[in-house]
């Protein structure tokens, strides 16, 4: 009686077992990695730097633990300092950059390390850029003595040209 208890147990729990769970492909194969940077290489060539990003984010979510995943880290940094592309910022490069030179093994740290200083120097670039030019007191009267000195003028064309436009008394 026990040994059919055991049994019957082991069938419902073999029955309830179900397949293993899917796993997420944590290697991409080569040619995986190739087929992607060939059509990021189309959609960047036809400046569609944002379907290029989602493309290269996609590998990286697709593929986590792979090295290309940490390459596509890379190529996402060096195509948001691209001054062609409308969707990147220097901001977003640098944290991209970030992320690819905390990764270790990051086969190429001296090339990011570099692009990190040019993604701050371009983000301090665009700051001051985005400050307005301080005008000084001097050159505020300057600028209101000129506007007076133009009104003054337009006042004395308008004079002549309604005394040049009265009729002569014969």
């Not at 060939?38 to 633990?65: C, I, M, N, S």
């Not at 195509?79 to 910022?89: E, M, R, W």
């Amino acid at each position: 009686m026990t040994m059919r208890r055991l049994l019957a147990a082991s069938v419902l729990l073999t029955a309830c077992h179900s397949a293993s769970p899917a796993t997420v492909p944590s290697q991409a194969s080569r040619a995986d990695w190739t087929a992607y940077q060939l059509q990021v290489a189309q959609e960047t060539g036809a400046g569609r730097y944002g379907v290029a990003d989602k493309l290269l984010a996609e590998f990286a979510t697709k593929y986590p633990a792979s090295p290309e995943a940490v390459d596509a880290m890379y190529w996402r940094a060096l195509y948001k300092l691209d001054p062609a592309n409308q969707t990147g910022s220097p901001h977003d490069a640098a944290a991209l950059l970030d992320g690819y030179l905390a990764t270790p093994n990051a086969p190429r740290r001296t090339e990011a390390a570099l692009l990190r200083r040019v993604a701050a120097a371009l983000e301090v670039r665009q700051a001051a850029a985005a400050v307005p030019p301080k005008t000084d007191q001097a050159t505020t009267d300057e600028l209101t003595r000129l506007k007076d000195e133009l009104a003054k003028a337009n006042a004395e064309l308008e004079r002549i040209k309604r005394r040049l436009a009265q009729p002569t008394k014969p």
